[in-house]
């Protein structure tokens, strides 16, 4: 039987694809390196490091992969690895691939490619998921929106200029985005830090008619979930802005999406605690004990977390290890070691493994105290485990170790990394602070320089700066002008940067040095640099510590001449200076005018004057009644005359 033309299949129409998405996507690729096919091993280094550290649940036989051998075998097998993401998956992915290539199998129908794009997706494998979204617009001759989903995730994250391409492309191929391509494009803007576009997508998303109100018509089928109320929960608590997060929390149960733990794990992370400086110098030991304000606060805190937890148990909503992980941190930053650690009961007995990001906030707590060897007891039970802590975990523990005077044995953690050229600037600042702590200069300032070659000009400046200002915190002033030395040579410059006054300024308030302070102010007016006002803080604390009256006095004298405008701060600390070097009537002074002024000072003012015998609330009222015992005394004169 003869077959003829109009037997053939018809030929499929390749889809369109915007040449300014193309050559954006190749300049990336070539960029990144990654224009040809990547092997497992050159892989390993994408993978998410939510991904890397879960373990597997799913074990891929030799029988499974002999069992595989029309394309939706192979497919249904990345169906299987897909949802089952952990660290061994994108081994168990490339097996899978592997044997598919050398029995010279293809996919051909949209779902299987789409399988493979989730699998590249997920494991940031760029160039093989552009190439089998182009294989869709070659063959398929259709297109729906879980391919440009995969796209949306791993691209994004790489460049966020493209997500605005592959919208375009995707709007121009008739694809409607669903609540996965919204909640994609939350989290993508929850990175930038931009809220603004943020509550534009949601508004997008549900299609409001009146935003100000916020009343809802449901025209679209993009009805956000828990993830969407989520991301944008997380972010309003991230910026502070908490009247929002409580509205998404009532839009959420009013939507009938109900309270999960990721919802209750942003509601207990909302409450901010005092940050956590991860470059302070000062040991535990050299550290003030806690007031009992602050200890008053601190169990507020620790007494709404237990509240949180309790509303969850009471609504049956298991706590996941995250939860436990947010409660064990803020309870060890609270200084409730005994709490954190029944958490970490609480969450062994529920059955729920603890995973690197655990085992870290342990250790991180437990350095913070002198139970240290508790800390080496779950870093034995974590090797135990066969947990391998990567390069945040060892940061943490070489940090620990060096505020325990252990800073050799922190640099031994750190230098592998910095050798192999893999450091981030939180672990290259430690291993600094490591080498300075043990009083090797010459091999902080070889560790900075190779920074300074592998790393670039901006890396080495971000490492340095927390440096210099967790010494000048110390009252290290000769390694702060070190480190300047070094920068300045570096940069090609002279002129001492604003970050470096700073700097300096408050290593001599920590350490008192009124006269070098007053120097180095006149010496910056001379040159005509802004003073900011953090600086005249420090500038008046020298001066105070240091109990030089003189200098106090003439600072004060040269910020009227240059007519600076001081504000409650700057007055707070002239006040309690003034009070130290024994001059109460200039005292009483700066505080009356202040006060009709009506610029408020600190509340420690009143309490450290009268420490030192000067009651400054008492010399503003009867400033006030000699006032107005003199007005009245006018008046009577007035009347006598009339």
């Not at 969850?312 to 650690?341: E, V, W």
């Not at 300024?505 to 953090?534: E, H, M, N």
């Not at 609330?617 to 007035?638: F, L, P, T, V």
Request: hydrophobic share 40%.
């Amino acid at each position: 039987m003869e077959h003829t033309a109009s037997d053939a299949p018809p030929a499929i129409e390749p889809l369109f694809v915007s040449p300014v998405l193309l050559a954006h996507v190749r300049k990336l690729l070539a960029s990144l390196g990654v224009d040809k096919v990547i092997s497992y091993r050159s892989a390993q280094a994408l993978v998410p490091s939510t991904i890397s550290r879960i373990r597997s649940t799913m074990i891929l036989r030799r029988s499974d992969i002999d069992a595989l051998h029309t394309p939706d075998d192979y497919s249904s097998m990345l169906l299987r690895i897909n949802r089952h993401p952990s660290g061994s998956s994108l081994a168990m992915g490339f097996r899978v691939l592997g044997r598919m290539r050398d029995e010279g199998v293809e996919f051909s129908a949209l779902r299987q490619l789409n399988q493979a794009m989730w699998f590249y997706s997920q494991h940031r494998q760029l160039s093989p998921l552009w190439k089998t979204y182009m294989q869709i617009v070659r063959t398929c001759g259709t297109i729906n929106v879980l391919t440009y989903n995969h796209l949306l995730n791993a691209f994004g994250e790489v460049d966020f200029k493209l997500v605005s391409l592959l919208l375009t492309q995707m709007k121009a191929h008739g694809v409607e985005p669903n609540t996965i391509t919204y909640n994609i494009l939350l989290r993508l803007l929850a990175k930038q830090n931009n809220l603004s576009e943020m509550l534009s997508v949601y508004r997008t998303m549900v299609n409001w008619d009146d935003p100000a109100t916020g009343q809802e018509a449901r025209k679209t089928a993009a009805l956000p979930s828990k993830y969407t109320y989520a991301t944008l929960m997380h972010m309003a608590a991230k910026v502070g802005h908490f009247e929002l997060l409580e509205r998404f929390r009532t839009l959420m149960q009013r939507n009938n999406v109900p309270d999960n733990a990721v919802s209750y794990t942003i509601l207990i992370n909302a409450t901010k605690l005092p940050p956590a400086d991860p470059m302070r110098v000062e040991p535990w030991r050299d550290r003030p004990p806690m007031t009992e304000q602050a200890r008053r606060a601190y169990d507020d805190v620790m007494a709404l977390d237990r509240r949180l937890l309790g509303e969850m148990q009471q609504k049956s909503i298991a706590p996941n290890h995250y939860t436990y992980t947010s409660l064990m941190d803020r309870a060890f930053k609270c200084g409730g070691q005994r709490q954190a650690l029944d958490y970490y009961e609480q969450m062994i007995c529920a059955g729920i493994e603890p995973d690197i990001v655990t085992y870290g906030a342990l250790y991180y707590g437990l350095s913070l105290t002198d139970a240290m060897a508790l800390g080496d007891k779950f870093h034995r039970e974590m090797e135990g485990r066969q947990i391998t802590g990567g390069l945040a975990f060892n940061t943490i523990v070489a940090y620990a170790k060096s505020q325990h005077g252990q800073h050799h044995q922190a640099i031994r953690i750190l230098e592998p990394y910095l050798r192999a050229g893999k450091l981030d600037v939180k672990a290259a600042a430690t291993l600094l602070m490591c080498y300075a702590r043990a009083r090797n200069l010459n091999a902080a300032l070889r560790a900075w320089r190779r920074m300074l070659l592998e790393y670039g000009v901006a890396f080495a400046n971000r490492v340095h700066r927390p440096l210099l200002m967790a010494f000048a915190r110390r009252g290290e002033t000769r390694v702060v002008r070190w480190l300047f030395s070094r920068v300045a040579r570096v940069q090609n410059t002279t002129i001492m940067p604003a970050e470096m006054i700073y700097a300096l300024l408050r290593s001599y308030a920590r350490g008192g040095k009124a006269k070098d302070a007053v120097a180095l102010w006149r010496q910056a007016s001379y040159l005509g640099i802004a003073f900011t006002a953090p600086m005249i803080t420090q500038l008046f604390m020298a001066c105070s510590v240091g109990r030089d009256g003189e200098s106090l006095s003439a600072v004060e004298a040269d910020m009227e001449a240059a007519r600076i405008e001081l504000n409650g701060y700057h007055l707070s600390v002239l006040i309690v200076g003034l009070a130290r070097v024994g001059q109460p009537d200039r005292c009483r002074a700066i505080y009356i005018r202040a006060r009709q002024r009506n610029i408020w000072l600190k509340k420690w003012v009143v309490q450290i004057c009268a420490n030192a015998g000067i009651n400054l609330k008492q010399a503003y009222w009867d400033h006030q009644n000699s006032i107005g015992s003199s007005s009245g005394n006018e008046d009577d004169s007035k009347q006598c005359a009339s």
